[in-house]
């Protein structure tokens, strides 16, 4: 069974801090997405990581894929409440009968308080 | 520009009674459409996905049936629901088999009493 481990599940901080969020698997993924989703809304894909050490910005958000691309890791800089939400991470399993399955992370719920 | 559509956006029903959800895709041909569960802001459990039309593949035994009459409509159904059907269904696309990332749609809340 293929598991991607997420880590912490709940964060509560205030505004102006940073975090960072992190996935774990054993497995060995072909790109690893990361989404975030409001409440009562449907995910929203943020980045899409695909080689082993890349890391993607956007603004305040920092996205990195581990070397042996089994980890990754969203770092937020000066958080803001409109960062608040639950942040989802999906990995890619290599194609098993022509399809690309995506394993997903339990998720991180955050909360960023003015 | 690609859109997809989830209806009902909410939806109580009496434990077994059928069910049946909806989804469409617009703006693209020949995508592959997923159908996952997910427990209250959890992670997404996927139970269908379908690469064309009349091609079903189960994730997981279950209480629930998939059906794809149309290119871009994706169909949830139960003849039955059971009390641990209750959850949020969400359905997404992507296009090419190999692709990467899917995108998903607003989702229908489902609460069986």
């Known amino acids: 069974t293929q598991l991607l481990e997420q880590s912490p599940q709940f964060l509560s901080i205030q505004e102006g801090e940073n975090l960072t969020v992190y996935c774990n698997s054993s497995?060995?993924?072909?790109?690893l997405q990361w989404y975030r989703q409001e409440p009562g809304e449907g995910p929203v894909l943020l980045v899409t990581?695909?080689?082993?050490?890349e890391v993607k910005k956007l603004k305040r958000l920092t996205f990195q894929f581990g070397d042996a691309r089994k980890d990754s890791s969203l770092h937020i800089t000066a958080a803001q409440p409109g960062d608040t939400g639950l942040y989802l991470c999906?990995?890619?399993?290599?194609?098993?009968?022509?399809?690309?399955?995506?394993?997903f992370g339990a998720g991180t719920r955050l909360a960023v308080h003015p | 520009s690609q859109t997809i559509h989830q209806w009902p956006a909410t939806l109580v029903q009496p434990v077994g009674s059928p069910l049946s959800l909806e989804c469409t895709v617009e703006?693209?041909?020949?995508?592959?459409l997923y159908w996952y569960r997910q427990a209250a802001g959890r992670g997404l459990q996927l139970l269908f996905y379908?690469?064309?039309?009349?091609?079903i593949s189960s994730e997981v035994p279950q209480n629930l049936s998939a059906s794809r009459p149309q290119d871009r409509q994706f169909i949830l159904s139960s003849k039955k629901l059971l009390l641990s059907d209750s959850g949020f269904y969400l359905c997404?696309?992507?296009?090419?088999?190999?692709?990467?990332?899917?995108?998903f749609g607003p989702g229908t809340r489902l609460t069986v009493l």
């Open positions: 703006g693209t041909s020949n995508p592959n």
């Open positions: 997404a696309w992507s296009v090419g088999l190999l692709a990467h990332e899917q995108f």
């Open positions: 379908s690469v064309g039309i009349g091609q």
């Open positions: 990581v695909v080689t082993g050490g």
């Open positions: 999906a990995g890619a399993l290599s194609p098993s009968g022509g399809y690309n399955k995506l394993i």
């Open positions: 497995s060995v993924f072909s790109s």
